[in-house]
């Protein structure tokens, strides 16, 4: 088989995957809004339960998890061998190419989480990330390897919204694609990239009072995002908003499968 092809079959595959996982995670997202739903279960361990719950559950969670493999084998590879011609010469590319190898760490650690769930194994991973996290900080060294993280995620959050303003993402698609899903692609990343600007800019403010406070239960993730933006003025609005805003990132992702480029 033509390893072009296939690269590009895992690529689709992949992307396909992330459409399901983020438009169910933004239906959980607007139940927390109006419903009462935890903010707790907002994260992607929840998203993959609810899969295995529908119909034919176990199959469609299968081939989710086969999906998230396809997307973390597909960055893996963008990062071996470099298909966009980076320059390696220049900072901005050296990073674009790390963060492909972040990204499929970040994407392997999710299918491990999906291949639990299916496989109906006890998940104790929070209060032992939560144990690590406590021992880390207590150290200068940890300390400051959080808040660079947490730098490093706020800069994440920037470039989130940097795409809303320039809709360079649009560089990524095929031309022959048709002018409506052109115009349907651009406001529906449009308006992910921007809700998962704000989680990001939250998520890494979270890790640097846990950097200054030295606290490993002040850094969060979506979870205490959306918790956050709830006690707010308009918080359920502000949630559905964040909820609609991830559906459209799947949606995003949906189109991502059928026309990016990945030659």
Request: proline share 3%.
């Amino acid at each position: 088989m033509d390893i072009t092809f296939l690269t590009k079959v895992i690529a689709r595959i992949g992307y396909s995957a992330k459409c399901i996982v983020y438009c169910v995670l933004g239906i959980l997202t607007l139940l927390v809004a109006f419903t009462a739903t935890r903010a707790e279960e907002v994260t992607k361990k929840s998203v993959f339960q609810e899969i295995l719950y529908t119909p034919f559950g176990s199959f469609s969670l299968t081939a989710v998890t086969v999906g998230f493999a396809c997307y973390v084998a597909w960055r893996l590879a963008q990062g071996v061998t470099n298909p966009g011609n980076l320059d390696m010469t220049k900072p901005k590319d050296v990073l674009m190419r790390l963060f492909y190898f972040f990204s499929a760490i970040a994407y392997g650690s999710a299918t491990y989480v999906s291949i639990k769930v299916l496989m109906s194994l006890q998940d104790d991973s929070k209060q032992q990330q939560q144990q690590v996290g406590e021992s880390i900080l207590q150290t200068t060294w940890g300390a400051i390897l959080v808040g660079a993280i947490s730098l490093a995620v706020i800069l994440f959050s920037l470039i989130q919204f940097k795409h809303v303003v320039k809709t360079d993402f649009m560089d990524k698609f095929v031309s022959s694609m048709p002018a409506l899903q052109s115009k349907i692609v651009v406001w529906c990343a449009r308006l992910g990239f921007a809700c998962r600007g704000v989680v990001y800019l939250m998520v890494g403010v979270f890790f640097m009072n846990a950097s200054i406070a030295q606290k490993s239960e002040k850094a969060g993730g979506l979870p205490e995002a959306v918790s956050t933006l709830l006690v707010q003025p308009f918080g359920p609005w502000m949630v559905s908003a964040l909820g609609v805003g991830l559906m459209g990132f799947g949606i995003f992702c949906g189109f991502e499968g059928r026309y990016r480029k990945t030659d």
